[in-house]
């Protein structure tokens, strides 16, 4: 009698639940093993296009002077020293006893420094020992868009295709080959943002789990739900942030925009788990925690990561405090503080005022269409010189995007804010909130003397604006075949064209000798000189 009477009670229970979940987990895609296999393979593409004759060109090309010497310096004193004016023409021919016994004023954190260093310790100070930690650290990127896409789209194909559009992205390359630091920091923003991904989906199982729980003991009132402390990934990401910031402070912006967006995909979770306040609740139980996990958590590595300069005696400013009485605040913190905060802010004053006229400086809103890209380096020969067989030929490094993608990206991201505003997708939100803490706040500084090549860092995001909209193309699983086919055929044929563009321009990305007349056919624009 009572099992007559409680099976459509348990049976309403088990609806319940079951909705829930199904508001909460979208389930991940069944191929586990390819879920690896294949973006691990698109990370060889992309090793192929970065290592191969990395030490090309066999010189100090652009910010390398700055930034390999500096890396040198950090790991031989653990902070930057000045060096001799021919530093650079001594250390291509073996000499490296170029520094002075004198501290030099750097304007960038030590994290990208420090990880340029090791390719140093490991292979040398030369070209391809001072670029192999970038090239690797591109390497990582293009692996970890395959995985977040796949975890996005909850798709291995779309996944690789997000992968492999990166892979073979022009200014990608070039600034995987370069031992300048906005690879390295693209590569921790991105690290971030996936580790906030698998938080996501983790936290949204385990508040299925607890109101399933819950609905089983027969509660139904909607209640305040719980409070997740230990949430891993999420303080994995603060570390990310930290790490970020600790390669250029460009990167405080991710912290920012993607602090937000880690209380809003809570507020979302709280919502759909059908608890009670969810906005209210999310602010006052689980903001603190996001704020210890992220924003503490950078802060501490980001202070720590100076601990070459901090142990240091004869660093830039490192004895500022002590030549400088305190104010009656100033005494509650130790010199070695007090130091390194007069140095941040002389940092600060010189990204302030960077107003120094450059040929190649470019404004943000120019770099989405390909305005004016930046030569690292160029060289002319003449019939006969350096293997030169045509009348006039050229070997260039130019950080240039691959114009298909960058130009489809344009349209992708407008699908995007299409897709986020009226359909309230949160995928294209995710997506919107990467380009924004990676290009937006550059709109804020148009007098400052900025290039195209930071834009490495909006990349990523771009390629995974351009695969959401390739998605949508494609259409649903439960399309009609025809619809599924001319949607694969249209998408696949974009790929192949980017993927065909992408090898014709390559040769003007690695510093390959092609003839002036093949060099001169790819310059599209007069801007692009």
């Known amino acids: 009698m009572t099992q007559t009477v409680d099976a459509p009670e348990a049976s309403d229970t088990a609806r319940s639940a079951a909705a829930i979940r199904a508001r909460l987990v979208r389930p991940m895609p069944a191929d586990r093993i390819w879920g690896w296999i294949g973006p691990l393979l698109v990370g060889v593409v992309a090793a192929v296009l970065r290592l191969v004759d990395l030490g090309r060109p066999n010189k100090i090309i652009f910010d390398e002077t700055y930034y390999a010497k500096d890396a040198y310096s950090q790991l031989l004193f653990g902070y930057s020293r000045k060096f001799t004016e021919d ?44 670029r192999i930690a970038v090239a690797l650290c591109g390497v990582a990127t293009v692996i970890m868009i395959a995985r977040i896409g796949r975890r996005l789209f909850r798709s291995t194909l779309l996944g690789c295709v997000a992968g492999l559009m990166l892979a073979v992205d022009g200014l990608s390359i070039v600034m995987s080959r370069t031992a300048v630091l906005d690879g390295i920091l693209a590569m921790f923003v991105v690290a971030a943002f996936g580790c906030l991904l698998i938080d996501r989906d983790q936290m949204r199982a385990k508040y299925a789990d607890w109101a399933e729980a819950r609905l089983a003991r027969g509660l139904t009132e909607p209640g305040d739900g719980p409070l997740f402390w230990w949430r891993p990934w999420r303080l994995a990401a603060g570390i990310m942030l930290g790490l970020a910031c600790g390669t250029k402070w460009s990167g405080l912006y991710a912290v920012a925009v993607f602090g937000l ?138 950080a240039l995007g691959t114009p298909p993608l960058w130009w489809g990206a344009c349209a992708a991201l407008l699908v995007c804010l299409w897709w986020w505003f009226f359909r309230r997708d949160w995928r294209a939100g995710a997506i919107l909130a990467g380009v924004i803490a990676t290009w937006v706040p550059w709109l804020l500084f148009t007098d400052r003397t900025i290039f195209y090549f930071y834009a490495v860092a909006i990349v990523p995001f771009l390629v995974l604006a351009v695969t959401f909209a390739l998605g949508l193309i494609i259409g649903p699983p439960d399309a009609s075949p025809r619809r599924r086919a001319v949607g694969v055929a249209i998408a696949g044929g974009y790929v192949l064209i980017v993927v065909a563009v992408a090898a014709w321009f390559y040769p003007i990305h690695v510093d390959q000798l092609i003839s002036y007349d093949e060099w001169r056919s790819r310059m599209w624009f007069s801007s692009w000189i």
């Open 87 to 130: 530093a650079n023409e001594r250390i291509l021919n073996g000499d490296l006893d170029v520094f002075l016994n004198e501290p030099s004023f750097v304007v960038h954190p030590p994290v990208g420094k420090f990880l340029i260093g090791q390719g140093i310790r490991v292979f040398g100070m030369d070209p391809f020992g001072w």
């Open 261 to 398: 967006m880690t209380v809003l995909w809570e507020i979302g979770a709280r919502r759909a788990a059908g608890l009670r306040s969810p906005v209210l609740n999310s602010m006052l139980r689980d903001g603190p925690v996001a704020f210890l996990s992220m924003v503490v958590t950078a802060f501490v590595v980001y202070v720590v990561s100076w601990w070459g300069w901090i142990f240091s005696s004869n660093g830039w400013s490192r004895q500022w405090a002590t030549e400088n009485a305190p104010s009656a605040l100033g005494t509650l913190f130790p010199n070695w503080a007090r130091s390194l905060w007069h140095y941040h802010g002389e940092m600060w004053r010189f990204h302030r005022d960077l107003n120094t006229p450059h040929d190649y400086q470019s404004k943000p809103w120019e770099w989405l269409y390909l305005g004016r890209p930046v030569s690292f380096d160029y060289e002319g020969y003449d019939l006969g010189q350096a293997g030169c067989q045509a009348e006039r030929c050229s070997q260039a490094v130019l």
